[in-house]
């Protein structure tokens, strides 16, 4: 083929991938409920570090990974080199994390230098691909991905709060695995996003660059006919009913470029979701109380008409583990839903004992809903998921186990030694303590970026 036809070609092949990526609808989608589906409780983050080296050592397909950041010692080296063996036989491993958080837990790329170390991508024929979400624009730090998802072979499904990271350790937070039907709805939902990622490469990368730069990032999109992506699932007689929720945020930001406090009213069905549940009691893990405009009225709503709510939450204490700024933002938001009625305890941490991890902070993004309803997954409940992180949660009717999470949480919320009750003369004496910081981080200048952020 004559040089200058070629040229042509390859332009035409960008430009409408270009134009592709910048019209085609990326509405989200609302999952319907599937049937007798098996959920197991991940509550300690050792055994879930073990039990995602056990699949990641017997996959025969596929691995697909999303995670907020990925670190640079322990663990995620370990899980790195295990991934590489199961490439080098012949799985496909997809990996999607967030540059800038993934940047400051590893600055110099330890982990994605590991992962590629002897890599000969001209003789694999598995796919090996690291994906990381650039920052963003339209007044946001970042456009993160905040979800959390491990998938294998489309048969088991790990979603909830843990990063990629020794990190997870020391704190409290729960993962749930995924069995059956819903395990399809995930691996849609991650097709989805990395084709998203793969557009969005495509688009920044191949402007101007060689011939093979669609080539590459083409190779790495999923096939539409394998069927191995997406198997005949099987049912557990008298499992839970469940679905996936999302918050699609990336996709609405690429089409719609919300700036200013836009970002904080936009759609996401999680929060849409949540504040369609009707309840008598309601039991809640807040990372930090942040809420959007629809969730702070929803738990006014409930308060007024007289519902029990009760929600543990960090402590200035154990939020200063990671940043206590989160937590003075949401000190006048406390005090406000405290005065109302609601029941709010802070997360203490627990204290060293021998074998076991003294969990400093608490990292858990559970919701529960009498006592047959239950919500887990990456979303914060808070400002900053709903206006810059994609975020995944499994909504589930089972009363086996909200009845075990209803026990830990409410033995929890009793223990003296583990939370204290955030009564209104604490949250007062906070406040007044802090006046000067919490007016500075309220300001107009910065009060979107902590609301992003947290």
């Known amino acids: 083929m004559p040089k200058f036809k070629k040229s042509i070609i390859t332009g035409l092949l960008i430009s409408s991938s270009l134009v592709l990526s910048l019209v085609s609808p990326l509405h989200a989608k609302v999952y319907d409920f599937t049937e007798d589906n098996k959920l197991t409780l991940l509550q300690d983050a050792r055994a879930a570090v073990e039990l995602k080296l056990d699949l990641v050592r017997h996959a025969k397909n596929h691995i ?20 590489k063996k199961a490439h080098e036989r012949g799985v496909d491993v997809r990996i999607m994390t967030t540059y800038i958080p993934s940047l400051t837990m590893d600055f110099w790329g330890k982990s994605k230098k590991e992962l590629f170390a002897g890599y000969d991508k001209n003789n694999s024929s598995a796919v090996l691909a690291y994906m990381r979400m650039a920052p963003g624009n339209n007044e946001s730090i970042t456009n993160n991905i905040h979800e959390k998802v491990f998938l294998v072979d489309g048969e088991k499904a790990i979603l909830g709060g843990r990063n990629i990271s020794d990190n997870d350790f020391r704190a409290k937070d729960l993962e749930v695995m995924l069995e059956g039907e819903i395990v399809n709805q995930v691996q849609e939902h991650f097709k989805k996003m990395f084709s ?7 688009g920044n990368d191949c ?3 060689k011939v093979d730069c669609l080539a590459k990032f083409n190779k790495l999109k999923f096939a539409d006919e394998d069927k191995k992506f997406f198997p005949e699932q099987p049912h557990y007689a ?9 918050n699609e945020i990336l996709f609405d930001q690429h089409q719609n470029h919300y ?21 008598t009691k309601m039991r809640g893990y807040n990372y930090f109380i942040i809420p959007t ?23 200035i204490t154990t939020a200063a583990a990671i940043s206590n700024k989160g937590y003075l933002y949401g000190l006048p938001e406390m005090h406000n839903l405290v ?26 993004k559970v919701m529960l809903f009498d006592d047959d309803h239950g919500i887990i997954g990456s979303h914060n409940f808070g400002a900053g998921s709903t206006s810059v992180s994609s975020e995944i949660s499994v909504e589930f009717f089972s009363r086996p186990i909200v009845q075990v999470l209803n026990e830990v949480f409410d033995s929890e919320k009793n223990s003296s030694e583990l939370t204290k009750e955030a009564t209104l003369p604490l949250l007062e004496s906070e406040i007044h303590d802090n006046l000067k910081m919490i007016r500075l981080l309220h300001a107009a200048i910065i009060r979107n970026i902590v609301k992003e952020l947290y």
């Open 196 to 202: 998203f990622l793969i557009d969005l490469k495509i």
């Open 64 to 83: 697909h990974i999303m995670t907020y950041y990925w670190d640079k010692k322990g663990y995620p080296i370990e899980l790195i080199r295990e991934l």
């Open 238 to 246: 008298g499992g839970a009913r469940a679905r996936i929720l999302t």
């Open 293 to 315: 405009e629809r969730y702070k009225n929803y738990l006014e709503k409930n308060l007024a008409e007289g519902k029990s709510i009760d929600i543990i939450t960090n402590s």
């Open 339 to 364: 005065g109302l009625g609601l029941n709010l305890h802070q997360w203490l941490g627990t204290k060293q004992e021998e074998g076991k991890d003294k969990l400093f902070y608490l990292h858990e």
């Open 207 to 209: 402007k101007k660059k």
């Open 259 to 279: 700036s200013g406090d836009a970002r904080f009213t936009v759609k996401d069905d999680i929060i849409d979701t949540i504040i369609n549940i009707n309840f």
